[in-house]
C-alpha cells in the first residue's frame, strides 16, 4: 500500500482507496488515470464486445460468448483496479 498526492487537494492518499478522504475526489481524479487510457481500454472492450456480436449473429456462438466474457472481463477488471494501468 503506497501513499501518492491527490491531484485534487494536494493531501496524501492511499492508492487502495476508492477516494480522496479529504476533498472526496474519485481515485481516478485524484491519481490522474489517463484520459487516453481510459478511452483506450473503452474501445478494447466494445471492439471485443461488438466481435463477440458478430461471432453470435454469424452463429458461431462459442467464439462469440467467449469474446463477450473476454470483453467483460476487461471492463470489470479494469473499474476495480484503476491504480494498476
Ligand atoms: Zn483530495
Redesign the pocket.
Known amino acids: 500500500m503506497a501513499l501518492l498526492l491527490?491531484r485534487?487537494?494536494?493531501?496524501e492518499?492511499s492508492d487502495s482507496a476508492k477516494k480522496?478522504e479529504?476533498?472526496?475526489?474519485h481515485i481516478y481524479i485524484?491519481l490522474g488515470t489517463s484520459t487516453k487510457i481510459r478511452i483506450k481500454y473503452n474501445l478494447l472492450v466494445w471492439l471485443l464486445i461488438a466481435l463477440g456480436a458478430t461471432f453470435i449473429f454469424s452463429r458461431v456462438y462459442i467464439i462469440g460468448i467467449l469474446f463477450i466474457v473476454i470483453g467483460l472481463y476487461i471492463a470489470i477488471w479494469f473499474y476495480k483496479f484503476p491504480k494498476r494501468i
Open positions: 491527490c485534487e487537494c494536494g493531501k492518499i480522496c479529504n476533498c472526496g475526489a485524484a
